[in-house]
């Protein structure tokens, strides 16, 4: 616990970090369409972390799920080219069979960087939410402002894979 501690407390100046919103649509029976705002930031090297609100907007026995959740990348947010992601994610439902649900999900995106600043990814990832069985492919689009990426000028000068 010591040692963890010291090593946060060592760890240098976030490199890039930012807020981003990402839509998609998920292919699950019934089907939803998924809104994420959440705050993105490097934690070291080409691990970053997310915390973000989520609402599933939604039908049937799904419902409507309004929470939050956290997500881990690797290469993401710092240079133009794929990272792969992960996270949980957990809330209230307001118009389904079951009051709380929660649930995972794992997968791959593209970003780049349009402008000085801002990123543009194109993601994919398998969504598990329960209790039930929805669970299927979720494709989205999510545009954010990185502070201190390379690309926008306010970082280190290294981007998440090592290079210059």
Do not use: C
């Not at 760890?11 to 981003?20: I, K, R, S």
């Not at 026995?61 to 133009?80: H, I, Y």
């Amino acid at each position: 616990m010591r040692k963890a501690l010291l090593l946060a407390a060592s760890a240098p100046p976030v490199a890039a970090q930012g807020v981003g919103f990402q839509f998609g649509y998920l292919w699950t029976d019934p089907p939803g369409i998924t809104y994420r705002l959440g705050w993105t930031s490097r934690l070291w090297g080409v691990v970053g972390a997310e915390l973000h609100g989520v609402h599933i907007n939604s039908s049937g026995p799904l419902g409507n799920l309004w929470g939050g959740g956290a997500d881990l990348s690797l290469f993401r947010s710092g240079s133009t080219g794929l990272y792969l992601v992960g996270g949980v994610e957990g809330g209230y439902n307001a118009a389904g069979s079951e009051t709380f649900r929660g649930g995972w999900s794992a997968g791959l995106g593209y970003e780049f960087f349009p402008l000085s600043g801002a990123s543009l990814s194109f993601e994919g990832r398998y969504r598990v939410v329960g209790p039930g069985s929805y669970d299927g492919v979720e494709l989205g689009l999510r545009l954010a402002l990185d502070r201190g990426s390379r690309r926008s000028g306010g970082g280190s000068g290294k981007s998440g894979n090592g290079a210059t």
